[in-house]
């Protein structure tokens, strides 16, 4: 069965304390993986996508690296506004369905 | 501000009642993309059209349809509501048939009461 499985479920950091967010998958065929951002009540902002095992991309303090079996979200020296919830989504090659996992909850302390 | 249109913002219904959602995506953004977002179940992806045809299709209801109009805004439809229905519905889109970069709208809260 293709699922999403992100850990931790809530992440309390100190600013400057980084850290990594953890996605797993199991997928009949990869097409993509998505990282996404999203704040409460609004609809999720798009940060990455990965397609291939090695891959790596970098925004500002994100680093989204990709495996056979998950993918890491690594935030470096975090700031207060990069509280949010992270999302990881893969989308499978049968069907082209998304899946996406119950996301990762950041809160950055000053 | 991603671009993409959603409306109504909030909807309050009753069960049994029918309800029409609607989205215009990003300027040529081609694909567009439904979701529903409830507490306990997260992020489901419901379907998504491209260029007017359906090219992918997730966990959507019988009782859910949706479509895509010549000038690419699309509707969802929901009908025979049930409580269980009350979430935050998102649209996005796309330029291409891949979800290279997707776009998410506002999104539209609807309660079922």
């Known amino acids: 069965e293709d699922q999403v499985t992100q850990s931790p479920e809530a992440l309390r950091l100190q600013e400057g304390e980084s850290s990594s967010l953890n996605c797993s998958y199991t997928?009949?065929?990869?097409?993509?993986l998505f990282w996404y951002r999203q704040d409460p009540g609004k609809g999720p902002e798009f940060l990455f996508t990965?397609?291939?095992a090695g891959e790596e991309k970098e925004k500002e303090r994100l680093k989204a690296t990709l495996t056979k079996k998950e993918s890491f979200l690594h935030i470096t020296a975090p700031k207060p506004e990069d509280s949010a919830t992270y999302l990881c989504?893969?989308?499978?090659?049968?069907?082209?369905?998304?899946?996406f996992g119950t996301g990762t909850s950041l809160t950055v302390i000053p | 501000d991603s671009g993409v249109t959603q409306t109504p913002k909030h909807l309050i219904t009753a069960t049994g009642q029918r309800v029409t959602l609607r989205c215009s995506p990003r300027?040529?953004?081609?694909?567009v993309y439904w979701y529903q977002q409830s507490l306990d179940q997260g992020l489901q992806f419901l379907i998504q059209?491209?260029?007017?045809?359906?090219?992918a299709k997730g966990n959507i209801l019988e009782r859910f349809s949706a479509q895509q109009f010549p000038d690419l805004h699309s509707e969802l439809n929901l009908s025979s509501l049930e409580l269980g229905d009350s979430a935050l519905y998102f649209c996005?889109?796309?330029?291409?048939?891949?979800?290279?970069?997707?776009?998410f709208g506002p999104g539209t809260r609807l309660t079922v009461t």
């Open positions: 996005a889109s796309s330029v291409g048939q891949r979800p290279y970069e997707q776009y």
């Open positions: 300027s040529g953004d081609l694909s």
């Open positions: 059209y491209y260029n007017g045809e359906e090219r």
């Open positions: 997928v009949s065929g990869l097409r993509g």
């Open positions: 989504a893969v989308q499978a090659d049968t069907g082209n369905q998304f899946y």
């Open positions: 990965l397609y291939s």
